[in-house]
C-alpha cells in the first residue's frame, strides 16, 4: 500500500527556512494523474493546504504562501520536498504530507485545505518556530 513519511527539522528559528522531504513507498510520484501536496495544521486551527506537485512535475501554491514557497522532487529516491521561508511563529503548525489532491488546479486552491481530498496521509511533523 502506499505509504508516506515526512523528514525535517521540529525546531527552526524565526525569519530562517524550513525544509521538509516526503518519502513515498508503493507508489511512483510519477504514476499518471497523481498529485502529492503538503499540508498543516496550526495549534487549535483547521488544516491549510501549502503545496502540491503533480506527476508531470508542475507545481501548485496556496496563493497566500507562495512568495515563500518552493515544492520539488527527487523522482530518483521518490521524494518531494517543502521549503518555506522566512518562518515566523505563525508557521508553528504539524506539517503532513498527502496524496492528493485529484486533477489538482490553480482555480481550486480554495478546496485543497478540506482532508476528504487526500487518498493517504503521513503521520505529520510537528515544526516549531522560535528563537
Known amino acids: 500500500q502506499v505509504q508516506l513519511q515526512e523528514s525535517g527539522p521540529g525546531l527552526v528559528k524565526p525569519s530562517q527556512t524550513l525544509s521538509l522531504t516526503c518519502t513515498v513507498t508503493?507508489?511512483?510520484?510519477?504514476?499518471?494523474?497523481?498529485?502529492w501536496s503538503w499540508v498543516r495544521r496550526p495549534p487549535g486551527k483547521g488544516l491549510e493546504w501549502v503545496a502540491a506537485?503533480?506527476?508531470?512535475?508542475?507545481?501548485y501554491y496556496n496563493p497566500s504562501l507562495k512568495w515563500r514557497t518552493s515544492i520539488s522532487r527527487d523522482t530518483s529516491k521518490n521524494q518531494f520536498s517543502l521549503q518555506l521561508r522566512s518562518m515566523t511563529p505563525e508557521d508553528t503548525a504539524v506539517y503532513y504530507c498527502?496524496?492528493?489532491?485529484?486533477?489538482?488546479?490553480?482555480?481550486?486552491?480554495?478546496?485543497?485545505?478540506?482532508?476528504?481530498?487526500?487518498?493517504?496521509w503521513g503521520q505529520g511533523t510537528q515544526v516549531t518556530v522560535s528563537a
Open positions: 506537485i503533480r506527476y508531470d512535475g508542475n507545481p
Open positions: 498527502a496524496r492528493g489532491p485529484p486533477n489538482v488546479s490553480s482555480f481550486r486552491s480554495n478546496e485543497y485545505s478540506d482532508s476528504n481530498k487526500y487518498a493517504v
Open positions: 508503493g507508489e511512483s510520484i510519477t504514476a499518471s494523474a497523481s498529485a
